[in-house]
Nanobody, 124 residues
Framework: QVQLVESGGGLVQAGHSLRLSCAASGRTVSYYPMGWFRQAPGKEREFVAAITRYAITSYSDSMKGRFTIARDSAKNTVYLQMNSLKPDDTAVYFC??????????????????WGQGTQVTVSS
């Protein structure tokens, strides 16, 4: 059984940083596409970043240059480093994993396992 557990969210001031973690069990993160999505109140869940089994990374244009996705195979964990945070980054952040090869990593429909989410709140 695949489980994804996010942690690291919290309340920060604009301009500060946070690092989110996604600890996986039942799945080796380096074998599958792993993604981060976020959902703000009243909005659709949107793509943030992803990393493929070949360590190719992708980012939403609005986060490129501020956010970095990485993985630690020894800890079977995926991270999202978020710098220069803005109030618009306030959302619940979800980790996801896909069982499908060669997917479009920015489409949430391609992911079949999700974590419970972690709240990130950025104050101005």
């Amino acid at each position: 059984q695949v489980q994804l557990v996010e942690s690291g969210g919290g309340l920060v001031q604009a301009g500060h940083s946070l690092r989110l973690s996604c600890a996986a069990s039942g799945r080796t993160v380096s074998y599958y596409p792993m993604g981060w999505f976020r959902q703000a109140p009243g909005k659709e869940r949107e793509f943030v970043a992803a990393i493929t089994r070949y360590a190719i990374t992708s980012y939403s244009d609005s986060m490129k240059g501020r956010f970095t996705i990485a993985r630690d195979s020894a800890k079977n964990t995926v991270y999202l480093q978020m710098n220069s945070l803005k109030p618009d980054d306030t959302a619940v952040y979800f980790c996801a994993s896909s069982s499908k090869p060669g997917i479009s990593v920015n489409r949430k429909e391609n992911y079949d396992y999700w974590g419970q989410g972690t709240q990130v709140t950025v104050s101005s």
